[in-house]
């Protein structure tokens, strides 16, 4: 079955990488999430395609996909639906909101204040939304990709700790190196068009039902008691680390266990290594972390800090 995974896996990469060069990280933090049912929170400067990886992701997997653009005026009903009184019926009636669908794109979603961002916990959390009392299930995957701009302070709401720890997997989405840039324009001179995806060969490549089926798949995937040890030391060593104020949560090293898992099955191996935890630390934890203020004015970032834990934990024998 992890067979099934990997070259699922392979086809969503090249098909991320038509629409997104040099997307090769941003394309394996994606399929984490989307394998290890988690969801994913971009971050980077604007015109980076934080937005086009997301619309390419839908596309490739043919699923249901919802943009929600985030403004400051949103209200939750906004996002997750409310009831409407029909006058000529006198009744009321559930108008749902476009968190229903598959994919969601959060856009620039720290433009909105913390009310509405809070009313996709539950969505996140428990894969529905309760309006007026009424629990409605949200379809089935269900990949929320978030995204805000790091530079920006004016008009926005940072995302508190507890949304934060929501978000399986964090990825940075930077300036291309030199070459990718350079392919990029090259791309666009032979008539590359970001609002023509098709046009670039960027069609389904599976579906809803084979998705579900390599969800389950990557939960069968064997995790060690030394993997699991491993997974342990990392997140109990974010909680005694003095440059931090703020450790990685429980559900924190459940993340990163499942992510473990989706990293193995990805790489079309039926077992999990302590390699396959230290590839995925570095998406999974760092956003959870609060760096103190002293370490915080001397440059330190929580990348720098969870860097130096998996330096110093020894790795199992045992995979």
Known sequence: MTA????????????LDRAVVGAQRTAFGLTIALLARGHVLIEGVPGTGKTLAVRALAMLLGLDFRRIQFTPDMMPADVIGTTVFNPQTAQFSTRLGPVMANVVLADEINRTPPKTQAALLEAMEEGRVTIDGTAHTLPNPFLL???????????TYPLPEAQLDRFMVKIESGYPQEARELELLERVAAGFDARELEASGIVPVTDAAEVVA?????????????????????????????RLTLGASPRAGIALLLAAQA??????????????????????????????????IEGTTAADVLHDILAVIPVPREG
């Open 4 to 15: 099934n995974v990997d070259r699922l896996a392979e086809r969503i990469a090249e098909g």
């Open 145 to 155: 990709c978030a995204t805000q701009n790091p530079i920006e302070y004016e008009g």
């Open 214 to 242: 390599a969800q389950r798949a990557i939960r069968a995937v064997h995790l060690s008691a030394g993997v699991r040890d491993y997974t342990y030391r990392i997140v109990a060593g974010t909680r005694q680390n003095s």
């Open 263 to 296: 990293g193995a099955a990805i790489d079309g191996r039926a077992f999990a290594t302590p390699d396959d935890v230290k590839n995925v630390a570095p998406l999974v934890l760092p956003h959870r972390l609060i760096v103190a203020a002293d370490a915080e």
